[in-house]
């Protein structure tokens, strides 16, 4: 690592010849290969952007000039580039983020971490700086082929285009894949620039004609222009970003940095709007990722180096459970099709689409299309399922009002990741889904708390034809069966104090000093919690709703049986599951102490799950030494005042 070491900051790369600049690459996927087996991260998309961002740090001068990525899963370069080489504890606690971060450098915009956004930031922030008089500085936004896909992304360029003096530069990253391989009318566009008869040919123009041309700003352009038109049989595709009145440079070598670093120049002298195409491959360098046709390692665990392998196997996890379940639903109903936006094989629907081809429609990172699509899915006799990651259904809260619960569409949504997540940091914790639900009229939502909850839950779900459903559930391993004692309602008692457990299997309502409602995967918590409990010799019921959007109706008349109510949910408290209790318990005239344990209202940095829990205080230990102090606190008031104090919270 003898050149990598000596990168301190991006200029430190000015000073190195082409074959140093070689040389740093090799070390670089070294480096990477090495750093992210040992901690798990996103290796296969770093691996292929290595030539790139040596070049655009060549190029342009960050943080004068604004370096942005979509979606930040490629940014490890940048930030070996940056000054930061210390990836020891990448995506822990106190380490590195595993995407751009402005904790850790100025070089770092966007942090968001959600794909096809980069392109209206790069729009506010170059009118920011020609309304600013800077005229001396530029944007560039790295994007994907995947993220292009995206509605967001489109909607930008159709208002970068219409600009025609912003000086702005948009690098495409192609490498034919988002996850797994870019799908739609784009992905075909771009396959075609790829692969036209005469791209060998153009790519060698490139090279020869922007190396060896004196003229810099607008009339380059207009010798790119005449060209053009004698090579139009050649390149034509291109056509489509021109029509739209965007200039249009390649397609690039991308892991040939002086063919890069050419183009860019090129582009950056314009002070226009300039796509510069360039055609990379991800996992480039490491044969294991190359060969991997799935994602071409994407996002590993942590990995044995030299073979890719996993270093350790976990035990069956929900998605896997979610995938096996959605199988057997499909072979029993032949109106049931799946949906993912670019994500099949993460969501765990590459089982169902390998059985049932016809019915998986992937339509890109486009959530929004999606769940639009779904409605109209459903207006034509299907059921579709929409299997999404929780933090991003958010993009798509409109239509799932709108669209889907306006018109009692029978769609069922899959919240993969549900709550806290961990190493992915802020943005990928869904955390929001169940506050921002609440508020859809006829919209259910299911939190199963084990693997056969999930296949239960999401049979009752795709059941259901003239209203949206969501199944929610965590990330990782699933965990041991949690069983129930007992019914009461459609609710699952999971423990009740004292001779309780017969008055269950009676279907009469136990009697206890507190109820604790516990949302999905954190049961055996709440398990532990009533352990805790009974050993202070405070009685508890633990019920799961199962269903937890509408409350049961049964649920306040269980409440006022106990002097305490409980909530635990891995979403965020402000206006969760147990605001929604509680509105319910007052609605019913019941008026009871009531506490909410959930997510506070702030972003989360990445960390290990069950670091981050126990750093907010969802868990056992801090939940029921909160509710003893509160218990200890009413038996000390006297009856009047106890009355009070049930009216607030």
């Not at 983020?97 to 904790?103: E, H, I, K, L, V």
């Not at 391989?181 to 123009?205: C, D, K, Q, S, V």
């Not at 209790?581 to 972003?603: S, T």
């Amino acid at each position: 690592m003898a050149l990598l070491t000596r990168i301190r900051s991006p200029r430190d790369l000015d000073a190195l010849t082409p074959e140093q600049l070689d040389e740093l690459a090799e070390e670089i996927r070294a480096f990477l290969v090495d750093s992210v087996s040992r901690t798990g991260g996103h290796l296969g998309p770093n691996l292929g952007v290595v030539e790139l961002t040596i070049a655009l740090h060549r190029v342009f001068d960050s943080p004068r000039d604004r370096v942005l990525f979509d979606t930040g899963h490629q940014s490890y370069v940048h930030k070996l580039l940056t000054g930061r080489q210390d990836f020891s504890r990448l995506r822990k606690r106190g380490g590195l983020s595993g995407y751009p971060s402005r904790a850790e450098s100025e070089h770092d915009v966007i942090e968001n971490s959600h794909a096809s956004t980069v392109l209206g930031w790069a729009d506010g922030i170059a009118k920011a700086n020609r309304l600013r008089g800077l005229d001396d500085r530029s944007v560039v936004a790295v994007i994907g082929d995947g993220a292009l896909t995206g509605g967001m992304a489109w909607e930008a360029l159709n208002n970068i285009a219409a600009d025609k003096d912003l000086p702005l530069v948009v690098v495409i990253n192609d490498n034919e894949r988002s996850y797994a391989p870019t799908i739609g009318g784009l992905a075909t566009h771009l396959a075609t620039l790829r692969t036209t008869a005469g791209y060998e040919r153009f790519l060698e123009w490139g090279r020869g004609v922007l190396g060896r041309t004196p003229v810099v700003g607008g009339p380059i352009f207009d010798t790119l222009h005449g060209v053009k038109k004698g090579i139009k049989d050649i390149v034509a595709p291109q056509g489509m970003f021109e029509d739209l009145g965007l200039k249009y440079l390649g397609p690039i070598d991308g892991h040939d940095v002086q063919a890069v670093e050419r183009a860019l120049r090129t582009a950056r002298r314009f002070r226009g709007p300039v796509i510069v195409h360039c055609i990379t491959q991800k996992g480039r360098g490491y044969r294991p990722a190359e060969q991997d046709e799935a994602d071409r390692f994407h996002a590993v665990r942590v990995i044995h180096p030299e073979t890719g392998l996993p270093v350790s196997s976990a035990g069956k996890d929900w998605t896997s459970v979610f995938g096996e379940e959605m199988e057997a639903i499909g072979a029993e109903r032949p109106d049931v099709v799946a949906i993912t936006a670019a994500m099949l094989q993460p969501v765990g629907l590459q089982g169902f689409a390998s059985r049932f081809p016809d019915r998986v429609f992937d339509v890109g990172i486009a959530e929004q299309h999606a769940a639009v699509s779904a409605a109209g899915l459903a207006t034509g006799g299907l059921h579709p399922v929409f299997a999404v990651y929780a933090t991003f259904l958010n993009r798509a809260f409109d239509q799932v009002l709108m669209d889907v619960a306006l018109h009692r569409c029978g769609v069922t949504f899959v919240l993969d990741r549900a709550g806290v997540t961990g190493d992915d940091g802020p943005s990928h914790n869904g955390m929001w889904d169940m506050s921002i639900l609440q508020v859809v009229p006829g919209l259910r939502i299911a939190a199963p708390r084990d693997a056969d909850q999930l296949r239960a839950q999401l049979r009752e779900a795709v059941d259901v034809d003239d209203a949206p459903t969501v199944v929610r559930y965590s990330k990782g391993a699933v965990g041991a069966p949690v069983p129930a004692v007992g019914q009461l309602a459609g609710m699952d008692l999971l423990h009740a104090a004292g001779g309780a457990d017969q008055a269950a299997a009676e279907g009469r309502e136990p009697a206890a000093d507190v109820l604790i409602v516990s949302v999905g995967a954190l049961a055996p918590m709440c398990l532990e919690v009533a352990e805790r409990l009974g050993e202070q010799g405070i009685t508890s019921t633990v019920v799961d709703p199962r269903w937890v959007k509408p409350v049961n109706p049964a649920l306040p008349g269980l409440a006022a049986r106990h002097r305490v109510v409980v909530t635990v949910e891995d979403n965020v408290r402000t206006s969760g599951v147990g605001s929604a209790i509680a509105q319910a318990l007052r609605d019913a005239g019941v008026d009871l102490p009531l506490r909410d344990f959930g997510i506070p209202e702030r972003f989360l940095d990445h960390s290990a799950r069950g670091e981050l829990l126990e750093e907010i205080g969802l868990t056992a230990s801090d939940i029921s030494r909160r509710v003893v102090e509160l218990v200890v606190t009413l038996d000390d008031q006297p009856v009047a005042a106890q009355a009070a104090a049930g009216r607030g919270r």
